[in-house]
């Protein structure tokens, strides 16, 4: 089979390798469609991954074999939950099965990914797709799940004023997921034309990184301070900004990874009595709620995901226009 294996910073070959086998409890998945995430241009681009590993985690497939204990039918839609949860340990007894103690170590050890025509996983990962959401629309699921994610952990009501920083993939995910619930007036900023356009046409209000301010006093608020920030870009001064836009007892999460780590100003949040927290992937129902969502027909998945799909000799070039800010949706890999 084809596959796109990371070899070193700026290197991905597509190769042909062997089939991966099947164990007795688990599935190999015919690839549809598998989405670029952020964290595929972290590793490629930015020498995060391991040296022969094989990305994308974004993607939804149909079985093609089953091992000898598993039950699932031959030719089900499927998309995968990437999480690996031990039942035993604090966390996952906390039902944060995400933050297992023996998860994987992110960017370190990765799961054979599904930039490649099959993979294979443990058939309790594999999460059948309600009747009536199609293949391409099952693989916005993962990326879907974890703006979700990011959305319960900030505790969003109804009457909460939200500001997204960052209309990239997850960005544009929980603006669409905050409106598909009825929210009105969530502020979206974004220096990028293309993804302000596509926030605006996903109906937030859109601000430039320059329109936002800085109250004179870490205790004072801006003039129209936000409840919640989800901080999606993983850029500096994004997160610095954002939490200067807080209310009192506001709340960021932070989302979006990067290594220009922000400074966050501790005196702001003593004195505004403000939460920080980060949002890393999602819980064990995580892709099952996303795919509710999507089966509900509320996402504008036409604007979300972008129309072309691109074959994998395309996707390294695809993640250099991505990085360059060329491209506003989701772009699929159709292997
Ligand atoms: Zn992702
Ligand atoms: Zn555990």
């Given amino acids: ?12 070959e597509v190769a042909e390798i062997a089939v991966p086998r099947v ?7 015919a690839v549809e469609y598998c989405g670029v995430c952020g964290t595929d241009l972290h590793d490629v681009l930015d020498e995060w991954g ?12 149909r079985v093609v074999e089953v091992g000898s204990d598993v039950l699932l039918e031959i030719d089900t839609l499927v998309v995968g939950h990437p999480g690996h949860a031990c039942g035993r ?12 103690e023996e998860r994987p170590t992110a960017g370190l ?7 490649a025509d099959y993979v294979v996983i443990g058939s309790d990962r594999a999460v059948p797709v309600p009747s009536g959401v199609e293949a391409r629309a099952a693989a916005y699921a993962e990326p879907l799940a974890v703006a979700l994610h990011a959305l319960d952990l900030a505790g969003v009501d109804s009457k909460h004023r939200v500001m997204v920083s960052g209309c990239g993939p997850i ?4 603006v669409a997921a905050l409106v598909a619930q009825g929210h009105d007036g969530v502020v ?11 926030a605006l046409r996903l109906g937030a209000t859109v ?11 870490p205790g004072r608020a801006v003039d129209e301070p936000v409840d919640v920030v989800i901080e999606t870009s993983g850029i500096r001064t994004a997160a610095e900004s954002g939490l200067a836009q807080l209310v009192a007892c506001g709340r960021m999460v932070l989302v979006g990874t990067g290594m220009d780590f922000p400074r966050l100003d501790s005196n702001r949040i003593i004195l505004n009595e403000l939460v920080v927290t980060g949002a890393y992937t999602y819980g064990a129902n995580g892709i099952a709620s996303a795919l509710d969502l999507i089966s509900s027909g509320l996402l504008p998945l036409d604007a979300l995901i972008e129309p072309e799909s691109v074959g994998l000799d395309a996707l390294f070039d695809t993640m250099v226009r991505l990085r360059a800010g060329e491209v506003a949706g989701k772009v699929l890999v159709r292997p």
């Fill in 188 to 198: 979206v900023v974004e220096p990028s034309p293309l993804r302000r356009d596509l």
């Fill in 50 to 61: 391991a040296s022969g590993s094989i990305g994308g985690h974004e993607w939804s497939g």
């Fill in 207 to 217: 601000l430039e990184p320059s329109d936002l301010e800085s109250p004179w006093h």
């Fill in 109 to 115: 050890e990765q799961p054979h990914g599904a930039f």
């Fill in 171 to 174: 960005g544009a995910a929980a």
């Fill in 23 to 29: 164990g007795p409890s688990e599935v190999r998945i």
């Fill in 89 to 100: 340990c604090k966390a996952c007894l906390a039902s944060r099965t995400n933050l297992c």
């Fill in 1 to 12: 089979m084809r596959a796109a294996i990371y070899r070193g910073k700026g290197n991905l």
